[in-house]
Protein backbone atom coordinates (compact mmCIF):
# COMPACT_ATOMS: atom_id res chain seq x y z
CA UNK A 1 0.00 0.00 0.00
CA UNK A 2 1.53 3.71 -0.66
CA UNK A 3 2.25 5.82 1.88
CA UNK A 4 1.12 9.29 1.96
CA UNK A 5 4.20 11.11 0.70
CA UNK A 6 4.81 8.75 -2.77
CA UNK A 7 1.98 11.52 -4.13
CA UNK A 8 3.46 14.23 -2.91
CA UNK A 9 6.63 13.32 -4.46
CA UNK A 10 4.93 12.87 -7.85
CA UNK A 11 3.83 16.45 -7.38
CA UNK A 12 7.07 17.42 -6.62
CA UNK A 13 8.41 16.06 -9.88
CA UNK A 14 5.74 17.34 -12.31
CA UNK A 15 6.44 20.83 -10.81
CA UNK A 16 9.76 20.63 -11.56
CA UNK A 17 9.76 19.82 -15.32
CA UNK A 18 6.45 22.61 -15.18
CA UNK A 19 9.25 25.36 -13.64
CA UNK A 20 11.83 24.34 -16.20
CA UNK A 21 9.85 24.58 -19.00
CA UNK A 22 8.54 28.33 -17.24
CA UNK A 23 12.00 29.22 -17.12
CA UNK A 24 13.14 28.44 -20.66
CA UNK A 25 9.53 30.12 -21.89
CA UNK A 26 10.73 33.32 -20.02
CA UNK A 27 14.56 33.08 -21.13
CA UNK A 28 13.36 33.21 -24.59
CA UNK A 29 10.56 35.89 -24.22
CA UNK A 30 13.25 37.95 -22.47
CA UNK A 31 15.88 37.06 -25.50
CA UNK A 32 13.37 38.58 -28.22
CA UNK A 33 12.77 41.74 -25.91
CA UNK A 34 16.44 42.22 -25.54
CA UNK A 35 16.61 42.10 -29.52
CA UNK A 36 14.41 44.77 -29.85
CA UNK A 37 16.10 46.81 -27.75
CA UNK A 38 19.34 46.04 -29.50
CA UNK A 39 18.20 46.18 -32.98
CA UNK A 40 16.50 49.97 -33.69
CA UNK A 41 17.91 50.59 -36.83
CA UNK A 42 14.77 51.04 -39.57
CA UNK A 43 15.23 50.11 -43.16
CA UNK A 44 16.62 53.12 -44.49
CA UNK A 45 19.06 53.20 -41.50
CA UNK A 46 20.57 50.16 -42.53
CA UNK A 47 21.19 50.66 -46.14
CA UNK A 48 22.78 53.99 -45.00
CA UNK A 49 19.97 56.91 -44.62
CA UNK A 50 20.17 58.28 -41.85
CA UNK A 51 15.88 59.92 -40.74
CA UNK A 52 15.41 63.87 -41.91
CA UNK A 53 14.87 65.63 -38.86
CA UNK A 54 15.19 69.23 -38.36
CA UNK A 55 18.36 69.99 -35.73
CA UNK A 56 16.91 72.54 -33.20
CA UNK A 57 19.47 75.19 -35.08
CA UNK A 58 17.28 74.91 -38.46
CA UNK A 59 14.93 78.44 -38.30
CA UNK A 60 12.80 80.44 -40.89
CA UNK A 61 12.92 83.72 -40.61
CA UNK A 62 9.79 85.66 -39.39
CA UNK A 63 8.68 89.42 -39.37
CA UNK A 64 5.72 90.39 -37.00
CA UNK A 65 4.33 94.08 -37.30
CA UNK A 66 1.65 95.85 -35.74
CA UNK A 67 0.13 99.21 -36.75
CA UNK A 68 -2.04 101.96 -35.29
CA UNK A 69 -1.66 104.89 -33.15
CA UNK A 70 -0.55 105.04 -29.20
CA UNK A 71 0.51 101.64 -27.39
CA UNK A 72 -0.06 97.98 -27.10
CA UNK A 73 0.82 94.83 -25.44
CA UNK A 74 2.16 92.35 -28.14
CA UNK A 75 2.87 88.55 -27.54
CA UNK A 76 5.25 86.71 -30.39
CA UNK A 77 6.83 83.77 -30.90
CA UNK A 78 10.22 84.01 -30.98
CA UNK A 79 13.92 82.08 -30.93
CA UNK A 80 14.14 78.67 -29.17
CA UNK A 81 10.26 78.46 -29.71
CA UNK A 82 9.81 80.96 -26.71
CA UNK A 83 6.62 83.57 -25.75
CA UNK A 84 8.00 87.17 -25.89
CA UNK A 85 5.87 89.56 -24.41
CA UNK A 86 6.19 93.31 -24.93
CA UNK A 87 4.36 95.33 -22.60
CA UNK A 88 2.82 99.29 -23.42
CA UNK A 89 4.95 99.13 -27.00
CA UNK A 90 4.54 102.74 -28.96
CA UNK A 91 2.97 101.69 -32.24
CA UNK A 92 3.68 100.83 -35.10
CA UNK A 93 6.05 97.79 -34.10
CA UNK A 94 8.03 96.03 -36.08
CA UNK A 95 10.02 92.65 -35.31
CA UNK A 96 11.97 90.04 -37.22
CA UNK A 97 12.77 86.80 -35.25
CA UNK A 98 14.40 83.09 -36.24
CA UNK A 99 11.45 80.93 -35.18
CA UNK A 100 12.24 77.07 -34.80
CA UNK A 101 11.30 74.53 -37.79
CA UNK A 102 7.90 73.06 -37.19
CA UNK A 103 7.15 76.09 -34.45
CA UNK A 104 4.04 78.17 -36.39
CA UNK A 105 4.40 81.84 -36.32
CA UNK A 106 2.20 83.88 -34.00
CA UNK A 107 1.89 87.50 -32.86
CA UNK A 108 -0.74 88.21 -30.45
CA UNK A 109 -2.59 92.58 -29.68
CA UNK A 110 -3.70 93.49 -27.05
CA UNK A 111 -5.11 97.56 -26.78
CA UNK A 112 -5.27 99.00 -23.68
CA UNK A 113 -8.37 100.87 -21.77
CA UNK A 114 -8.13 103.97 -23.64
CA UNK A 115 -8.72 101.33 -27.06
CA UNK A 116 -7.94 102.19 -30.55
CA UNK A 117 -7.35 100.43 -33.38
CA UNK A 118 -4.23 97.90 -34.01
CA UNK A 119 -3.50 95.66 -36.63
CA UNK A 120 -1.12 92.80 -36.88
CA UNK A 121 0.43 91.91 -39.72
CA UNK A 122 2.51 88.29 -40.18
CA UNK A 123 5.54 87.64 -43.15
CA UNK A 124 6.94 83.84 -43.37
CA UNK A 125 10.49 84.64 -45.44
CA UNK A 126 9.43 87.64 -46.43
CA UNK A 127 5.89 86.41 -47.87
CA UNK A 128 2.83 87.80 -45.96
CA UNK A 129 0.94 85.27 -44.62
CA UNK A 130 -2.06 87.51 -42.36
CA UNK A 131 -3.47 90.50 -41.70
CA UNK A 132 -6.35 90.80 -38.58
CA UNK A 133 -6.95 94.38 -36.68
CA UNK A 134 -8.30 94.85 -33.35
CA UNK A 135 -10.47 97.90 -32.02
CA UNK A 136 -11.80 99.31 -28.93
CA UNK A 137 -11.35 99.32 -25.42
CA UNK A 138 -9.03 96.82 -24.39
CA UNK A 139 -9.49 95.19 -28.11
CA UNK A 140 -7.57 91.88 -29.22
CA UNK A 141 -6.58 90.08 -32.16
CA UNK A 142 -4.27 87.43 -33.52
CA UNK A 143 -2.05 86.75 -36.53
CA UNK A 144 -0.52 83.43 -37.08
CA UNK A 145 0.26 80.93 -40.05
CA UNK A 146 1.83 78.01 -40.46
CA UNK A 147 5.39 76.81 -40.33
CA UNK A 148 7.07 76.00 -43.81
CA UNK A 149 7.98 72.50 -44.92
CA UNK A 150 11.28 71.39 -43.98
CA UNK A 151 13.35 72.58 -47.10
CA UNK A 152 15.58 69.97 -48.22
CA UNK A 153 18.99 72.18 -48.16
CA UNK A 154 18.16 72.66 -44.46
CA UNK A 155 18.21 68.59 -43.54
CA UNK A 156 20.95 66.17 -43.14
CA UNK A 157 20.89 63.84 -45.88
Not at 99 to 125: F, H, M, N, Q, Y
Amino acid sequence: MPTPEEPKRRIDRSDRGGVAVAAVLLLVCGAFVTYGFLNTETEGEAAGQRAATPTAEATYEVTYEVLGEGAADVTYRGAGDEAHVVTRVGLPWRKTVSVPLGASPIVDVTLGEKGGTASCTLAVRGKHVQRATATGAFGRTTCGGEAPATEASAVPQ
